[in-house]
T-cell receptor
Framework: SQTIHQWPATLVQPVGSPLSLECTVE??????LYWYRQAAGRGLQLLFY??????ISSEVPQNLSASRPQDRQFILSSKKLLLSDSGFYLC????????????FGNGTRLTVT | KNEVEQSPQNLTAQEGEFITINCSYS?????LHWLQQHPGGGIVSLFM???GKKKHGRLIATINIQEKHSSLHITASHPRDSAVYIC?????????????FGTGTSLTVIP
């Protein structure tokens, strides 16, 4: 069966510090991978998606970046965090087929202080 | 205006009540997902439907593509149903990388 792991679960970082959130998927190959952000009281916002190793598409311009060094590994990074980066970050995967369901990780609650 | 609107935003119900959450969308979609987000934050997919009705246990989801409306019903609600319910539309021209998410309905079921 397929599983998705995302860590850490919570993170408190000062403004200007770097960020690295990691997500790995098991039990499937060549998945679509996604990073979403959920701000308080708002819907899920797609940040990045990837259809293959090294292939990253950005939906929203920001100071965040994403990388996919391996087929089932997706990393969200920042060189310098802003206060506005606080939120709940979710990794998700789907098979590469139209109308396929999304499978979410448990999320990372990031607080930038 | 968000492409997907949910109502109500917040809902409190007594245990055992029948609950309805509505989702309306202004864009053309080919399918719609209903997701459940528990207080811990993790999200699970409840349904994906493109027409008619689907049922799983006490949960029923319906969709009318022409009327651009979907509903999620919970029969005999229970405190463990307390969660945020999110609908997400798949645009008709989607390549598999984008969903239109509603802002969610926060449900609290009181014992």
């Amino acid at each position: 069966s397929q599983t998705i792991h995302q860590w850490p679960a919570t993170l408190v970082q000062p403004v200007g510090s770097p960020l690295s959130l990691e997500c790995t998927v098991e039990g499937t190959s060549n998945p679509n991978l996604y990073w979403y952000r959920q701000a308080a009281g708002r819907g899920l916002q797609l940040l990045f998606y990837s259809v293959g190793i090294g292939q990253i598409s950005s939906e929203v311009p920001q100071n965040l970046s994403a990388s996919r060094p391996q087929d089932r590994q997706f990393i969200l990074s920042s060189k310098k965090l802003l206060l506005s980066d606080s939120g709940f970050y979710l990794c998700a995967w789907s098979v590469q087929q139209y109308n396929s369901p999304l499978h979410f990780g448990n999320g990372t609650r990031l607080t930038v202080t | 205006k968000n492409e997907v609107e949910q109502s109500p935003q917040n809902l409190t119900a007594q245990e055992g009540e029948f609950i309805t959450i509505n989702c309306s969308y202004s864009v053309g979609i080919s399918a719609l997902h209903w997701l459940q987000q528990h207080p811990g934050g993790g999200i699970v997919s409840l349904f994906m439907l493109s027409s008619g009705k689907k049922k799983h246990g006490r949960l029923i989801a319906t969709i009318n593509i022409q009327e651009k409306h979907s509903s999620l019903h919970i029969t005999a609600s229970h405190p463990r149903d307390s969660a945020v319910y999110i609908c997400a539309g798949v645009p008709s021209s989607n390549t598999g990388n984008q969903f239109y998410f509603g802002t969610g309905t926060s449900l609290t079921v009181i014992p």
